[in-house]
């Protein structure tokens, strides 16, 4: 076993409103030929940028401010933090290839899968035009890819995000690195994809004897993948090791309270089933189509729920099995082509745009980042719905009340009063999606449609806002539809369950019976397919966080 | 916030490190603009000489001491024309400016935030105002109206509504597809006060960064208009009119055609400047 590449002391500065930051502050590692080193940590923690100081390919502003990257190949070795750039662009796709984090964006969409796939080939000379068309037809089957020939000619628009992220695989592997940076490479894809396109940078890594730094947010995966593990935050490395060594027990807090926080490694109980009772929410024989005529896609294919008061359900399925059509069918953002929707008394469909409704459901949506008006104040976006109100219904005109019903509704979401005069953009993602779900709250609806709430927050960030929404259910005796693709959030939160796919309800049932022993062969694909190594649960369990994250209320 | 960063662009490492301080071709452009503006207001703060009367024995005077653009052909100074030129080719360029922003926006804005066949119906109109050649529209609207400075600004104006109409109709549908105006939806808020509240101040941005770029482009059709005739009639000083009265001396005079015309690039160029500027302020 040699060494490949050693990190050193290494240190990245981005300089932002004419002020350097600190993105990576003395990070040391060492990656062996052949293995896998994760990089852990959540957002801001230097990962992303240590993986583009190695390929030298630090955005603008972006700045080596000291330590080396040493690289050890066969010919010898070589520092890429004082390559010049000429020489580090041989080395770039050759010696180190880069698997983008997003597929949907990291093939260019005017050239063909094929020519995409053969840019690294051509680029380093690799051989004739014909033998490069060959390579590439091999590649690609090699990942694969069905009817390789095929695929070389079709634009990236034409294959789903799994097999571009095989593409993009394929030319990254091209000419066999010795080195491959995999940034976040499953992390825009569903849990089944996610888990063959892992199956195949093992596989690849092992035929090659490549070396993978491997950049995740999720624990789980870098437990069952990695042979060594570097936990960071804030741009410093927290500690390092073997995988095992550090994940069984960990030295420092910071990596316990990840390990404490990674919903994947739960293995607490679902919440209990409750009596059954006449439910509040009730959607029967929902169909949605898009298009028109023959071109017309069934999203929603007669799906037929209900939620009793205080519960929470959860809606789980893959990309285009049709559960955010229901969810913002549910609040009244759409009239679904048949069924009916009741909450309560009130029948959705024929309220749709109430005042009505609007004091019924509330949508609270994924992504906290464009869900805020960037020019308005925290204040005035959590007090909006309160001046769009009528005052027979509830709503405020007076500036003194509305400042207090701000400030409440700030508190019960755990945020400070004074961030009502702050921007979003002064604001975390987990504290914006908190703005968020008070804007939800404050004209004290009856149910609310959580749309993968919970989705693009780090873990630590996830489980508090979990948290939150399940006491604000025990204070308000709030009605949950979660829409999610993540069966651990499910497990959290969750009381009963819908398991979609392709538009059909696969499997209905209490979270413990869905969840323990799933009657649908999907639904155990999926429960499958959950990165959640044994030993690691069983570490987990024998140690007992200190945070007190393995009970669940 | 630098890990995101970090995504966006992977560009090789090092820029230079000059770009604290406003860069010096943004300083140098405001300046330029200053200048005009100044001029505009008080061209008789800055020459003294008169720029309609002249005297025959000074006609076509190289540039010297006394005279620092030369003379006409009736020996007027030209710099005082130029000067007090401004006001004339400067506030028509203003007037065309706010025709077309107005006026395009207004329609891009009902467009795009209403759909549907009143949206089908505007944009065929402003296709139909695209399809003809700007000098020619521009020219169809003068004939109409008749000629003048005003007129001339106007149907400069005229001829940039199209634009305006597109890139803002553009903005209000990317702004409208956004999370926050369906949560402004959400929370019950009714279309016009969502189109107030929210649309509007986030795609005004561009729209004004293309404002301060069709500025410059005005200042070059009004002159354009001005050389064919049909803006300011002589002996009114006008930037475009300065030129096309001096186009029989290009040969024996050229500082006559020269020199105004460097007036009218530099301000043109200084506009396009600050219009970058401006779009990378609110981008």
Known sequence: ????????????????????????????????????????????????????????????????????????????????????????????GARIALVPQDPGTSLNPVRTIGASVAAPLRIHRWGTKEAIRRRVVDLLERVGLDD???????????????????????????????????????????????????????????????????????????????????????????????????????????????????????????????????????????????????????????????????????????????????????????????????????????????????????????????????????????????LNLPLAHGGVRDRRVLAERVATALEQVALPAEVAGRLPRELSGGQRQRVAIARALIIEPQAVVLDEAVSALDVTVQSQILDLLERLQRELGLTYLFITHDLAVVRRIADTVTVLRGGRAVETGTAQQVLSSPQHEYTRALLHAVPSPDWLRDARRSRRSPHGQLEVA | MSASAAVLLPRSTERPAARRRPALTLVLAIAVLAVALAWAIAPWLFTSQDPLAGEALNALQPPSGAHPFGTDATGRDLLARVIFGAANSLSGAAIAVLVGLVVGTAIGVLAGSTGGVAEEALMRIVDVLLAIPGLLLALSVIVLLGFGVTNAAIAVGVTSIAVFARL?????????????????????????????????????GAVLALAALQFGSAILQISTLGFLGYGAPPPTPEWGLLIAESRDYVGSAAWLTTLPGLVVAAVVLSANRVASAVRKATA
């Open chain 1, 1 to 92: 076993m040699s060494t490949l590449l050693t990190i050193d002391d290494l240190a990245v500065s981005y300089r932002a409103r004419g002020q350097r930051h600190t993105a990576v502050d003395g990070v040391s590692l060492e990656l062996q030929r052949g293995e896998v080193l994760a990089l852990v940590g959540e957002s801001g923690s230097g990962k992303t940028t240590i993986g583009h100081a190695i390929i030298g390919l630090l955005a603008a502003g972006g700045r080596l401010e000291r330590g080396s990257i040493g690289l050890r190949l066969a010919g010898g070795g070589l520092d890429l933090a004082k390559l010049p750039a000429r020489a580090l662009q041989e080395l770039r």
């Open chain 1, 148 to 386: 390789p020939e095929r695929r070389a000619r079709q634009y990236p628009h034409e294959l789903s995000g799994g097999m571009r992220q095989r593409a993009l695989i394929a030319a990254a592997v091209a000419l066999e690195p010795a080195l491959i940076i995999a940034d976040e490479p499953t992390s825009a894809l569903d849990v089944t994809v996610q888990r063959r396109i892992l199956d195949l940078l093992d596989d690849l890594r092992t035929e090659l004897g490549s070396s993978v730094l491997l950049i995740t947010h999720d624990l789980a995966v870098a437990a069952e993948r990695a042979d060594s593990i570097a936990v960071l935050r804030g741009g410093r490395l927290e500690e390092a090791g073997e995988t095992r060594a550090v994940l069984r027990d960990p030295s420092r807090d910071y990596t316990a309270a990840l390990l404490a926080d990674a919903p994947a490694l739960t293995d607490a109980a679902p919440r209990q089933a409750r009596p059954a009772v006449e439910p509040f929410v009730t959607v029967e024989g929902l169909v949605h189509e898009y298009g028109k005529g023959a071109d017309a896609f069934r999203a929603v294919d007669d799906v037929g729920l209900g939620i009793a008061r205080g519960t929470t359900h959860a809606l789980v399925g893959e990309s285009g099995s049709g559960k955010t059509t229901i969810g913002r069918a549910l609040a009244g953002f759409h009239t679904p082509a048949a069924g009916s929707i009741r909450i309560g008394e009130l029948d959705v469909l024929a309220e749709r745009g109430s005042r009505r409704l609007r004091h019924a459901v509330q949508l609270v949506s994924q992504n906290p980042y464009a869900s805020l008006d960037p020019r308005r104040s925290i204040g005035q976006t959590v007090g909006e719905p309160l």
């Open chain 2, 168 to 204: 803002a109709r553009s903005q209000v549908l990317r702004v409208r597809r956004s999370d926050y105006v369906e949560a402004a939806f959400g929370s019950g808020g009714s279309f016009l006060r969502v189109l107030w509240r929210h649309v509007l101040p986030n795609s005004l």
